[in-house]
């Protein structure tokens, strides 16, 4: 066998200095899908804070909204025995791998901080499990919003809608002006996020028996038939080149003037902003026609994984800067959310995050605050996965309305098992 023999000078440099090798304790890897512009830019706020504090950001991106990817990604370093520190995640997904007993303990930071006070029981039901602390909670989206491009609708008469038949009107309106009326793209989680909103817009009591309470009866009755209706009305707004298009280039399309608005939840203004578009001058942000007074929520939250001692530190003061509320101010002014903490002033905020603010405080006292189907906060990934078929073969036209209700029935019945 050949033996690898070091000269002494070597051996001695070896035990005069130590290596220069970053302390394992000092840095988090961190598995997450913010990867456009926007999102960037905002995962810089936090990258950039813990950098300061001398911890070494590792990342580890997974593109695909809704997070379906990095749970993909996720499941193969944790079958390998190598999590990574921290990982976006999404409501229902939580509690899937808290159930596997993988994920660490944020009590000391929790209790220190005193999270139970400030950070909402909505999120508390996901960031919790059997009483612990698991997640640090980064935000609160809201999927039920429509980013309208301010030219568009000026030239469309200027009035932004707020019910069903005007928002039609207006999308007629852009379609004769001779530009995409809705900006989209064909992925089955971005179909799903309009589908929140057109659920939502035919009343919040059917928006809770269909897509929480999944009640077979409004699942497959007559109101869901009008909601895949709707649907199939703004599957004819979006140009023929839709198909798997990312939603952050949709954006770009109303960013642009080339499209007149999307339907997607509030990242989407973190799109608008990085290109250096202002609320009310540039784009136009309002709740889907007809769901104004309602929510449908998610919530970006950071799980930690179970890891070595010499790695908890860096852990716990990512956690602990999450929560920060100069960091939530900051980090959500740039990311298009708002703050998961109650007690974060609005004044650094545009209109469009004020409103966001005001409209989940109003929404919460109201009884109006619903989990999001399409990002997980609503049903678990089975009977997500379920709700996205059959809404995706609907969209493109592989089945009519009333073969889609009675295909949410048995999607839903079957993977409930
Ligand atoms: C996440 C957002 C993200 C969006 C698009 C959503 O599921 O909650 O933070 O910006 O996906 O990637």
Redesign the pocket.
Known sequence: MRKFLMSTAAVAALFAAPMPMAHAEDSVEVLH??T?GG?AAALDVLKKNLEGQGVTWKDMPVA????EAAMTALRARVTAGDPPTAVQA?GFDITDWANQGVVGDLGEVADKEGWDKVIPAALQGFAKHDGKWIAAPV?V?STNWVWISKKALDAAGGKAPETWDELVAVLDKMQANGITPLGHGGQAWQDATIFDSVVLSLGTDFYKSSMIDLDPAALGGDKMVEAFDRMAKLKSYVDKDFSGRD?NLASAMVIEGKAGMQMM?D?AK?EFLKAGQKPGTDFVCIRFPGTQGAVTF?S?MFMMFKVGDDKKKAQMQMAADIEDPAFQSSFNVV?G?VPARTDVPDTAFDDCGKKGIKDLAEASTGGKLFGSMA?GYAAPAAVKNALYDVVTRHFNGEIDSKAAAKALVEAVAAAKG
């Open positions: 899908w913010w456009s999102e695909g909204g809704g997070g999404l935000n989206h939603w939840g990242w973190g998610n970006d990311k959310s990002h």
